[in-house]
């Protein structure tokens, strides 16, 4: 699986959130998979689609970085079915300014969706930035070699056709 950070100004939001996070990105998408035209079946929560959904899209290399993450597919659908439909959580995108506002377990975000879909702890604590900081993270020492991805608690994986990191 990869994760795709969209890193695109089009809309005057994008460029205010990814301003506000102190980064590049303002949205995240989970990659499933590949359809038969070749679009990438993306899932998480966006305000514009509603909430919770999969949708079939191009990734264009310019507006997104896309990482590889391990994880298990199946678990991803099996989230889906469990939350397609729910609700946008924009509280929970004013939260990005006041953490204190709470979270509600009904709603989404997209950072905190593709994190649930990933089996990871307090989803709700990411926003992009900090998803792709957690998942692109080093482990202390941690060693890469040419073209190999840093290691991240578990979930990144080596490059297509890299070695292994030396630890």
């Not at 980064?23 to 509603?50: K, Q, R, W």
């Not at 079939?56 to 397609?84: K, R, Y």
Request: hydrophobic content about 45%.
């Amino acid at each position: 699986m990869q994760v795709a950070f969209y890193k695109g100004r089009a809309r005057l939001f994008n460029r205010v959130t990814a301003w506000w996070l102190r980064g590049p990105y303002s949205h995240c998408e989970l990659v499933l998979g590949t359809d038969a035209n070749g679009l990438a079946i993306c899932a998480s929560a966006s305000f514009m689609d509603g909430g919770v959904r999969v949708k079939h899209m191009p990734l264009d290399p310019g507006h997104w970085d896309l990482i590889e993450v391990a994880g298990n597919v199946d678990d991803a659908w099996l989230w889906l079915q469990l939350h397609h439909g729910q609700p946008y959580d924009l509280l929970g995108l004013a939260g990005f300014i006041a953490r204190r506002l709470g979270h509600d377990k009904a709603r989404w975000l997209c950072s905190e969706a593709v994190a649930a879909m990933l089996g990871m702890p307090d989803a709700w604590r990411f926003d992009p930035c900090s998803l792709w900081a957690a998942l692109t993270r080093r482990p202390p020492g941690a060693v890469t070699t040419n073209n190999t991805q840093p290691a991240s608690a578990g979930f990144l994986l080596p490059a297509a056709g890299a070695g292994s990191p030396d630890a």
